[in-house]
């Protein structure tokens, strides 16, 4: 029995979001509630942005480690920001081997802390440093509210710990990093994102500066993709990571942790996705492509699959999948694989064997704008073209839509008005109370500080006090 159709986007954003997770055999719920179980489909996903970020992160001199799970709950409390931003969100455990523990252990909320405890230890001149260590790991925050990929009480990361002589070395890094994601977002996941720095209030508890990733979703929402945060010396002073200088003198660390986690997903899902269902960039997807052999009867059947086979082979250097399911029909596994984003459908059939050609289907492009016959010679070069051109018009399209819905009010009244459903990038002061009384009153936050500024000074859009910069103000995730 065919399942109901998708609900649309404009008609339920979020039940589209849910289902389309579901259905595509990303995710499924587990028995903890707000927790997730990452479905093979969705790992691949996953393992295709890890590949992406570990070769960017290892390019630029970073290692690879793991850090326990577990981590005393004292820790957690030595740095004082820290310990007020975590508090809510950690889960505690007290008892194991049978008996309740002398001191309660952390599920790691992020690994700073233990990962502070290890380089105190580690680091004794300035000859041991820089430390650029990353690690790919879950994490546990327990959060009230959650949704698949968005907001789990478990999620998968990365998350990158460097400790360096000086501020200018570990502002550096902390740049470095946010670039990092910008080129990561931009080329790989085909996501036009803004990079900017975080306000005071939506800073990484302990952080002296946080920068971010903004991405806009189809629901024009903001969502924060990736961050990096210079921690200045809170967190060596916390766990006195010290160094002897060339002039044989104590020198407390300056460290920065970065990381992107499985939300990244969901950003990739609500930025590129449509009423079919999703749409992956050529170079994240689990499968590039479909190959979906159609015949009607036995002695079609013979030729195409082995056109097919004959095909494939000359494929290896891509992500196909052939969908040889009997069961099925072709336009059934047409439906099947849009919902699941393939970016690209090859359909061989009787007419395509005679011709030595096969029907390439874009997913971007429904219906036959999308559709070009193609040589059966070459098919590799045809793909590489196409799956270049795929991804260039997703990031094309995405950056349309985020220019299209980001407003530049002249006053609070407009301001109030785009924020509703769309970005604003506006004149604001920097001042706390007015970002809180902006929240209060229309749910928006700020974002980020863009880095790239027109220029000039203005007045606050809300406050109207002198203002130097100029912010994104959204709705978001
Ligand atoms: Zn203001």
Same mark, same amino acid.
């Given at each position: 029995?065919?399942?109901?159709?998708? &609900?649309?986007?404009?008609?339920?954003?979020?039940?589209?979001?849910?289902? #389309?997770?579901?259905?595509?055999?990303?995710?499924?719920?587990?028995?903890?509630?707000?927790?997730?179980?990452?479905?093979?489909?969705?790992?691949?996903?996953?393992?295709?942005?890890?590949?992406?970020?570990?070769?960017?992160?290892?390019? @630029?001199?970073?290692?690879? %480690?793991?850090?326990?799970?577990?981590?005393?709950?004292?820790?957690?409390?030595?740095?004082?920001?820290?310990? +007020?931003?975590?508090?809510?969100?950690?889960?505690?455990?007290?008892?194991?081997?049978?008996?309740?523990?002398?001191?309660?252990?952390?599920?790691?909320?992020?690994?700073?802390?233990?990962?502070?405890?290890?380089?105190?230890?580690?680091?004794?001149?300035?000859?041991?440093?820089?430390?650029?260590?990353?690690?790919?790991?879950?994490? #546990?925050?327990?959060?009230?509210?959650?949704?698949?990929?968005?907001?789990?009480?478990?999620?998968?990361?990365? /998350?990158?710990?460097?400790?360096?002589?000086?501020?200018?070395?570990?502002?550096? +890094?902390?740049?470095?990093?946010?670039?990092?994601?910008?080129?990561?977002?931009?080329?790989?996941?085909?996501?036009?994102?803004?990079?900017?720095?975080?306000?005071?209030?939506?800073?990484?508890?302990?952080?002296? +500066?946080?920068?971010?990733?903004?991405?806009?979703?189809?629901?024009?929402?903001?969502?924060?993709?990736?961050?990096?945060?210079?921690?200045?010396?809170?967190?060596?002073?916390?766990?006195?990571?010290?160094?002897?200088?060339?002039?044989?003198?104590?020198?407390?660390?300056?460290?920065?942790?970065?990381?992107?986690?499985?939300?990244?997903?969901?950003?990739?899902?609500?930025?590129?996705?449509?009423?079919?269902?999703?749409?992956?960039? &050529?170079?994240? %997807? &689990?499968?590039?492509?479909?190959?979906? &052999?159609?015949?009607?009867?036995?002695? /079609?059947?013979?030729?195409?699959?082995?056109?097919?086979?004959?095909?494939?082979?000359?494929?290896?250097?891509?992500?196909?999948?052939?969908?040889?399911?009997?069961?099925?029909?072709?336009?059934?596994?047409?439906?099947?694989?849009?919902?699941?984003?393939?970016?690209?459908?090859?359909?061989?059939?009787?007419?395509?064997?005679?011709?030595?050609?096969?029907?390439?289907?874009?997913?971007?492009?429904?219906?036959?704008?999308?559709? @070009? $016959?193609?040589?059966?010679?070459?098919?590799?070069? %045809?793909?590489?073209?196409?799956?270049?051109?795929?991804?260039?018009?997703?990031?094309?399209?995405?950056?349309?839509?985020?220019?299209?819905?980001?407003?530049?009010?002249?006053?609070? %009244?407009?301001?109030?008005?785009? $924020?509703?459903?769309?970005?604003?990038?506006?004149?604001?002061?920097?001042?706390?109370?007015?970002?809180?009384?902006?929240?209060?009153?229309?749910?928006?936050?700020?974002?980020?500080?863009?880095?790239?500024?027109?220029?000039?000074?203005?007045?606050?859009?809300?406050?109207?006090?002198?203002?130097? +910069?100029?912010?994104?103000?959204?709705?978001?995730?």
């Amino acid at each position: 029995m065919p399942e109901p159709k998708l &609900p649309t986007r404009s008609e339920d954003y979020s039940e589209w979001y849910n289902q #389309v997770v579901l259905r595509a055999d990303l995710a499924d719920y587990a028995p903890v509630r707000g927790c997730m179980i990452v479905k093979p489909y969705g790992w691949a996903l996953w393992e295709n942005i890890q590949a992406g970020l570990d070769r960017r992160f290892k390019a @630029t001199g970073h290692v690879n %480690a793991a850090f326990p799970l577990l981590i005393p709950k004292s820790f957690i409390d030595r740095e004082a920001k820290h310990v +007020e931003g975590f508090a809510p969100e950690l889960a505690i455990v007290t008892h194991g081997g049978g008996e309740e523990l002398e001191e309660p252990l952390v599920v790691r909320p992020t690994s700073e802390t233990v990962i502070g405890h290890a380089y105190a230890k580690w680091v004794k001149s300035y000859r041991d440093l820089p430390i650029l260590i990353n690690q790919w790991c879950s994490v #546990v925050r327990w959060e009230m509210r959650t949704r698949l990929f968005l907001r789990t009480l478990e999620f998968w990361w990365q /998350e990158g710990h460097t400790a360096h002589a000086t501020f200018a070395e570990a502002q550096a +890094e902390t740049r470095q990093m946010l670039d990092i994601y910008a080129d990561f977002a931009t080329n790989d996941a085909a996501l036009p994102v803004v990079a900017g720095r975080k306000s005071e209030a939506e800073r990484f508890p302990g952080a002296d +500066e946080t920068y971010s990733i903004e991405a806009m979703m189809g629901d024009r929402k903001a969502l924060q993709s990736g961050t990096s945060h210079n921690l200045g010396q809170n967190f060596a002073k916390s766990f006195d990571i010290k160094y002897l200088d060339k002039n044989n003198e104590f020198q407390h660390c300056w460290t920065t942790s970065w990381g992107l986690s499985t939300r990244f997903i969901g950003a990739i899902i609500m930025a590129h996705g449509d009423d079919q269902g999703l749409i992956f960039p &050529p170079r994240l %997807a &689990p499968y590039q492509a479909v190959m979906v &052999p159609i015949y009607k009867n036995d002695a /079609e059947r013979g030729p195409v699959l082995e056109a097919v086979e004959r095909l494939r082979a000359q494929l290896g250097e891509f992500r196909v999948k052939v969908d040889d399911r009997e069961e099925v029909s072709p336009g059934f596994k047409f439906n099947d694989w849009e919902l699941r984003g393939v970016p690209l459908r090859i359909e061989v059939g009787p007419k395509d064997v005679a011709q030595g050609s096969v029907m390439l289907a874009r997913r971007d492009k429904p219906g036959r704008e999308g559709k @070009t $016959v193609v040589s059966q010679d070459n098919l590799a070069g %045809a793909l590489s073209e196409t799956f270049a051109d795929i991804q260039a018009s997703l990031f094309d399209r995405a950056l349309a839509f985020r220019q299209a819905n980001t407003h530049e009010p002249k006053d609070y %009244a407009e301001f109030r008005q785009v $924020v509703e459903d769309g970005w604003a990038f506006a004149w604001w002061c920097g001042e706390r109370e007015c970002e809180t009384q902006i929240k209060d009153d229309t749910k928006a936050t700020t974002r980020c500080i863009p880095l790239e500024q027109p220029g000039g000074e203005g007045v606050c859009v809300h406050c109207g006090k002198p203002a130097k +910069e100029k912010a994104i103000f959204a709705k978001a995730y």
